[in-house]
Structure formats: structure tokens, C-alpha cells
């Protein structure tokens, strides 16, 4: 790790505030920006040329799912090669903490390993865990539902009780207080569907005390993802929190989305706080074990192989509404690559059922039992936007850009891991939004990749290039910036990028990783 100061030179300076870019350079010291001008004769600096390359403000996830990945491999090689910096992690009610039954607990943590031991309970503990890691990235800690459900109420499909309620609430302090820069709900996943308004409305009053961020994933995307869009504006008025819709497209088509969007702009001119994110993918990714409800989970996998089997409890299984059975279209529900399946990867379940002559529900139930085993790494993909629909929600003036994706790396241990839009989604919004669509600017686009995210979660010295801000920068060839990865071959770098530092210090340098991690933990004070 160099002590001398960097001086970024000749660069094409887009500043993350959507102001129009210029030429200049950039000193840094200490991790920090220190001065923005021209400098001809400095001593004993590390110069970096920026000639006809763009320097940005590091781009911010504000729509991560890496908490448990950066613990396993904490480079973060598919953020870093995109120019991502900072990732807000513990959204859609996922995350690390807090837990108090680590069996109950993986049911809301993407990716995790069963040989992997978890040896904290709290955010703190969780924190601390990650520290050790010495993340690449910077990290923005969410308190996620799913894990204050699983640590009172457990696997029950049911509001919470006065007394489970008030241990959430106990949870979601001590959260609050160990940093945690707001709370995320994923009400349409089994660990919380159960959840009533009234339950997160008071879990939200908590949150507005703190002046944290609530972040959810509505309890409808489908049929009904107005009414839910409206439940989310509703609960944010009667608690005064400010609000982020997470990826808020409904899979309903323009229409809605004309709607969805129409809800916002209401709430916004009736003073509401309110912003909201979208990921870059044309479909969705899960687990194809979300079409489960939460109680046939218990006891274990031999318990839900004898669910399966029982014609009863197949019927009781069916009748649960989950993200896949609302989308109502088993053909838009593809198999992902899976080594266990290689006959059926790149399939859609309705195909798989018409060459079984089976009803599509119960051929998704078959591959679960058929791959019990293998329940955390069966994966699929649904298909449900269009380009159109995406650019249109990003053109709204609050709509940042995320991954909703976890944090990889193509090699060491995960590097037979894939999760759709980890690798691609900051290159590729560049690529096509900026480059080939011209639908933004690139002033436009780093204020959605960067100073925006910032401005939601009240980060003044992230997201921007400004004397006093924090060293995060990426600095790319414009012309070339764009994602290699595919829908069946995702873990590819993206290119173009030159130079990546973090705090000061280069995560990538001449288009070459560095191992001197110095992403921090930045816990809410």
C-alpha cells in the first residue's frame, strides 16, 4: 500500500452531481480528496494519466445482496472491475443479523454454505465478522426483516403477536444503534409474508427515530403490486420514515408500471420521502424453493421430502402464493445451470411439465424433491421486463440503478457461484443507457450510479468528487466501459475499466486487480 499522495491527471471529471463534466486533476492523500485543479511540479507523487479517460465517483450499490459472500471471498472481483465502491447489503428483509437460532437463519442469508460457521448473533458481532475480512468494497449495513421474523416468530405464516412485536422492535433498536443505516422488508418471501401492515408500520416508526432508510420489497410485484406499491406509501406516511422502493417495476407490463410510477410522483408532491431502485436484468432471480411456504421447511429436508410425497400436504404446498406461482406463466420460469441437472438447465418448468405430461406446479415440486440436497444452489429465472420497461423507470429523477445481485469473484471459493447481474449490471447500464442508447448522459447516469445513492442514505462524502470526500473512484475508458457476461455464461468481468480506488488506495490499477482491500464498514452514527 503506497504512502505517497496520487495525483489523478488530465481526467474527464464527472463529478456525481449531475453537473456537466470538465478536464482537471485530482490530488489525493490520506484517503482522501484534497484538492481539485491543475498541478504542474508537486514532488514525491504517484502519478496516474487520465487522459481521455472519465474519472467518477466509485459507483454505490444501493441494492446488494453480498452480506454473507464478502465474508466467504471478500475481494469482490465482479464489483470492483465495474468501478462499484460502496454496496448497501441486508436488503429484501436478507442479511446476517441478528440471529438467535443459526438453523432458522440461513432461510433469509443469499448463498449461504452449510459448512460455514456463524459465530455472531448481532449486527456488531456480524460487523466485526466482516471487518476481518477486509472487504474491497465499502459496506452500508441494513437491518433486514427476515431475520427479526425468524428470530421471534419463527417459520409461522402469521403477524407477529404483542409480545414477538415488541422483541422485533428490541432487535431492530439494537440494529439501529450498531450502525445499521436503516431496515429492509421482503414481504414476498415466505420468512415474511405473514407480516401485517400495521406490524411493519411499527417496525418503520423505529426506523424514523433513527433517521434510517426503509427499504422494501413490496408484498406484490404481479397482479396485485399497485395495491402493494400504495401499502409501502401508506406505511411510510403513518410512520414519517423515508421510504425506497426496491426494484420497483411491476411484472404486470407499462401499464402498470405508468401507475406504479404515477403513485410516486403523488406521494412525492404530497411531501413524502421517497425514492426508489431498479436492477438491470430482463428477468428476475430466486431460488426455486421460494414456490415453498416457510412452514414446509420445518424439520429439515427429510420432513419436506415426506410433504412432497404426501398427496395432502402437496395440495396445502400448492395453494401457497409465492413470486413464482403469481406470475402465472411457467414458461417465463427457466432453470438455471446446475451440474445436478444438466439435462434440464436452460429449460422453463412449463416446458419440463408438457414433456412429463404433468401439471407445472407439481413438475417444480418433482425437481425440488428430485434435488433435496441441492435446495440453496437451484436457482431460476423469470422473465418479465422489456428494455423499454427498464429505461422508462430509470428516466424517473428518483429512481437509482442497482445490482440486486451478490458481490463474486470467477475464482477461488466462489467461483463456481453465479448470481444474474453481479458481474454486469453498472457496465451494462452504461454500455446500453449511455453509449449505444444515448437515453442518458454520462453526467446523468454516474448521478444514478453514485451521488443519488448517496443523497437516499445520507452519505455526504460518497458519491461525489468534491475537497474532503472520500477517495472512491473509478476511472474508465467511456468507449469501452461495458459487461461481457450472458443470461447462461454471467461470470465474466466487465471491461473497460482502467482504475478503481477505494479510500485512496488502488483496488484495480491499469486494468490489473490489487489485494490491498481497503473497503471499510460504515456503520450509521
Known amino acids: 500500500?503506497?504512502?505517497?499522495?496520487?495525483?489523478?491527471?488530465?481526467?474527464?471529471?464527472?463529478?456525481?452531481?449531475?453537473?456537466?463534466?470538465?478536464?482537471?486533476?485530482?490530488?489525493?492523500?490520506?484517503?482522501?480528496?484534497?484538492?481539485i485543479g491543475k498541478f504542474n511540479e508537486l514532488q514525491d507523487v504517484d502519478i496516474i494519466q487520465a487522459d481521455g479517460l472519465m474519472v467518477t465517483p466509485g459507483f454505490i450499490d444501493i441494492h446488494s445482496h453480498s452480506d454473507f459472500t464478502l465474508l466467504v471471498d471478500?475481494?469482490?472481483?465482479?464489483?470492483?472491475?465495474?468501478?462499484?465502491?460502496?454496496?448497501?447489503?441486508?436488503?429484501?428483509?436478507?442479511?446476517?443479523?441478528?440471529?438467535?437460532?443459526?438453523?432458522?437463519?440461513?432461510?433469509?442469508?443469499?448463498?449461504?454454505?452449510?459448512?460455514?460457521?456463524?459465530?455472531?448473533?448481532?449486527?456488531?458481532?456480524?460487523?466485526?465478522?466482516?471487518?476481518?475480512?477486509?472487504?474491497?468494497?465499502?459496506?452500508?449495513?441494513?437491518?433486514?426483516?427476515?431475520?427479526?421474523?425468524?428470530?421471534?416468530?419463527?417459520?409461522?405464516?402469521?403477524?407477529?403477536n404483542k409480545d414477538e412485536l415488541s422483541k422485533m422492535k428490541n432487535l431492530l433498536i439494537e440494529g439501529l444503534e450498531q450502525g445499521g443505516h436503516g431496515f429492509s422488508t421482503g414481504l414476498e418471501y415466505s420468512t415474511e409474508i405473514g407480516a401485517s401492515e400495521e406490524e411493519i408500520t411499527e417496525l418503520c416508526k423505529i426506523c424514523s427515530r433513527f433517521?434510517?432508510?426503509?427499504?422494501?420489497?413490496?408484498?406484490?410485484?404481479?397482479?396485485?403490486?399497485l395495491i402493494a406499491i400504495e401499502e409501502a406509501v401508506n406505511t411510510a406516511?403513518?410512520?414519517?420514515?423515508?421510504?425506497?422502493?426496491?426494484?420497483?417495476?411491476?411484472?404486470?407490463?407499462?401499464?402498470?408500471?405508468?401507475?406504479?410510477?404515477?403513485?410516486?410522483?403523488?406521494?412525492?408532491?404530497?411531501?413524502?420521502?421517497?425514492?426508489?431502485?431498479?436492477?438491470?436484468?430482463?428477468?428476475?432471480?430466486?431460488?426455486?424453493?421460494?414456490i415453498l411456504p416457510i412452514w414446509a421447511l420445518q424439520g429439515g429436508k427429510e420432513a419436506l421430502a415426506l410433504r412432497l410425497k404426501d398427496k395432502k400436504e402437496r395440495l396445502k404446498i400448492k395453494s401457497h402464493r409465492s413470486v413464482l406461482s403469481n406470475l402465472g406463466d411457467w414458461n417465463r420460469i427457466v432453470l438455471l445451470d446446475n451440474p445436478e441437472l444438466k439435462h434440464l438447465s436452460r429449460k422453463s418448468i412449463g416446458t419440463i411439465a408438457k414433456e412429463r405430461c404433468i401439471d407445472p406446479f407439481d413438475c417444480a415440486l418433482d425437481i425440488i424433491l428430485d434435488q433435496i440436497e441441492q435446495l440453496d444452489t437451484l436457482m431460476v429465472i423469470l422473465h418479465t421486463y422489456s428494455e423499454k420497461l427498464l429505461s422508462t423507470t430509470y428516466k424517473h429523477p428518483n429512481c437509482s440503478v442497482g445490482s440486486?445481485?451478490?458481490?463474486?469473484?470467477?475464482?477461488?471459493?466462489?467461483?463456481?457461484?453465479?448470481?444474474?447481474?453481479?458481474?454486469?449490471?453498472?457496465?451494462?447500464?452504461f454500455r446500453r443507457m449511455v453509449r449505444e442508447t444515448k437515453?442518458?448522459?454520462?453526467?446523468?447516469?454516474?448521478?444514478?450510479?453514485?451521488?443519488?445513492?448517496?443523497?437516499?442514505?445520507?452519505?455526504?462524502?460518497?458519491?461525489?468528487?468534491?475537497?474532503?470526500?472520500?477517495?472512491?473512484?473509478?476511472?474508465?475508458?467511456?468507449?469501452?466501459?461495458?459487461?461481457?457476461?450472458?443470461?447462461?455464461?454471467?461470470?465474466?468481468?466487465?471491461?473497460?475499466?482502467?482504475?478503481?480506488?477505494?479510500?485512496?488506495?488502488?483496488?484495480?490499477?491499469?486494468?490489473?486487480?490489487?489485494?490491498?482491500?481497503?473497503?471499510?464498514?460504515?456503520?450509521?452514527?
Open 1 to 35: 500500500m503506497t504512502n505517497k499522495n496520487i495525483l489523478i491527471k488530465n481526467g474527464t471529471i464527472i463529478d456525481g452531481t449531475g453537473k456537466p463534466a470538465y478536464n482537471s486533476d485530482i490530488i489525493i492523500s490520506q484517503g482522501k480528496i484534497i484538492d
Open 74 to 160: 471478500s475481494r469482490a472481483v465482479s464489483s470492483i472491475t465495474q468501478g462499484v465502491t460502496t454496496e448497501v447489503i441486508g436488503n429484501c428483509g436478507y442479511g446476517c443479523n441478528p440471529i438467535t437460532n443459526t438453523l432458522l437463519a440461513k432461510e433469509a442469508i443469499y448463498g449461504f454454505r452449510n459448512d460455514f460457521s456463524i459465530d455472531w448473533s448481532d449486527m456488531n458481532g456480524y460487523l466485526e465478522r466482516l471487518e476481518k475480512e477486509k472487504p474491497s468494497v465499502n459496506v452500508v449495513p441494513l437491518v433486514p426483516n427476515g431475520q427479526l421474523r425468524l428470530s421471534t416468530v419463527g417459520l409461522d405464516i402469521r403477524p407477529a
Open 211 to 225: 433517521d434510517g432508510l426503509y427499504a422494501t420489497h413490496t408484498r406484490n410485484r404481479d397482479d396485485k403490486a
Open 237 to 290: 406516511y403513518k410512520s414519517n420514515v423515508t421510504l425506497q422502493i426496491s426494484h420497483l417495476t411491476p411484472r404486470g407490463g407499462q401499464n402498470d408500471l405508468d401507475k406504479a410510477l404515477n403513485i410516486v410522483d403523488s406521494a412525492l408532491k404530497r411531501g413524502l420521502d421517497i425514492g426508489f431502485d431498479m436492477h438491470t436484468r430482463f428477468f428476475g432471480t430466486t431460488y426455486l424453493k421460494v
Open 404 to 429: 440486486d445481485a451478490t458481490a463474486l469473484a470467477p475464482d477461488g471459493q466462489l467461483g463456481s457461484s453465479t448470481f444474474h447481474g453481479a458481474y454486469t449490471w453498472a457496465s451494462w447500464f
Open 439 to 525: 437515453i442518458f448522459t454520462p453526467e446523468e447516469a454516474v448521478w444514478k450510479l453514485s451521488g443519488l445513492a448517496a443523497k437516499r442514505l445520507k452519505l455526504n462524502n460518497l458519491g461525489i468528487i468534491k475537497k474532503g470526500a472520500q477517495a472512491d473512484l473509478a476511472i474508465f475508458n467511456s468507449n469501452e466501459f461495458g459487461e461481457q457476461g450472458t443470461t447462461f455464461n454471467p461470470n465474466k468481468v466487465a471491461k473497460g475499466m482502467v482504475h478503481v480506488l477505494v479510500n485512496g488506495t488502488f483496488a484495480m490499477r491499469n486494468g490489473d486487480l490489487k489485494d490491498e482491500r481497503a473497503g471499510k464498514v460504515i456503520r450509521k452514527k
